[in-house]
């Protein structure tokens, strides 16, 4: 064979090599798509409000008494929720209360105090987190809230990027 058909063979054959070594021996990083973190097992949370224009909830778990932390954790999702400008339209923003004998899902940027019953089921959610709720009830997404201004705005800012991401793909499919 000639020289020319040897180098045409190397040409195609070396980035696959290299590739190949690439993925074997991890030289490269994974890449990051999202900021939260997925749950391990599936939740679901039940009797979630269904409205149309909602395509995913901020929801949070609070304690029968809502104390400092649990006040700024709500302060919280609602900066988030006014930083997302023309998106907020899709966003809902709550926060679920677990009283005796039911279970509350407040509604945490309407100007009344809308209530709403869930089915009495076990949370087996964080207090110190925020969640990633879909329009069905399914609790996708987490991300913990430290309550210290540096690590909370970092999560706020991964937190934006995965929603504003979610809401260009769920109207790119709508």
């Known amino acids: 064979m000639n020289k020319t058909l040897w180098l045409f063979i190397v040409c195609f054959i070396a980035p696959v090599l290299v590739a190949v070594m690439a993925l074997k021996y991890s030289w490269l990083?994974?890449?990051?798509?999202?900021?939260?973190?997925?749950?391990?097992?599936?939740?679901?949370?039940?009797n979630w409000p269904?409205?149309?224009?909602?395509k995913w909830s901020l929801v949070t778990v609070n304690k029968q008494?809502?104390?400092?932390?649990?006040?700024?954790?709500?302060?919280?999702?609602?900066?988030?929720?006014?930083?997302?400008?023309?998106?907020?339209?899709y966003v809902g923003a709550y926060a679920i209360e677990q009283q005796t004998g039911s279970v509350q899902l407040t509604d945490l940027v309407s100007t009344?105090?809308?209530?709403?019953?869930?089915?009495?089921?076990p949370l087996t959610m964080e207090v110190d987190a925020i969640y990633l709720v879909d329009h069905r009830g399914l609790v996708v997404l987490?991300?913990?809230?430290?309550?210290?201004?540096?690590n909370d705005n970092e999560m706020k800012r991964g937190l934006i990027k995965d929603l504003k991401k979610?809401?260009?793909y769920s109207r790119s499919r709508a």
């Open 29 to 46: 990083e994974p890449a990051q798509t999202n900021y939260g973190h997925f749950l391990d097992n599936e939740k679901v949370i039940s």
């Open 50 to 54: 269904s409205d149309q224009h909602t």
């Open 65 to 89: 008494d809502c104390n400092q932390a649990c006040l700024s954790k709500n302060q919280l999702i609602k900066n988030v929720f006014d930083v997302l400008g023309k998106h907020n339209l």
């Open 112 to 121: 009344e105090r809308a209530l709403h019953e869930l089915d009495q089921q």
């Open 142 to 150: 987490e991300y913990p809230v430290t309550y210290q201004m540096q």
């Open 166 to 168: 979610l809401l260009n």
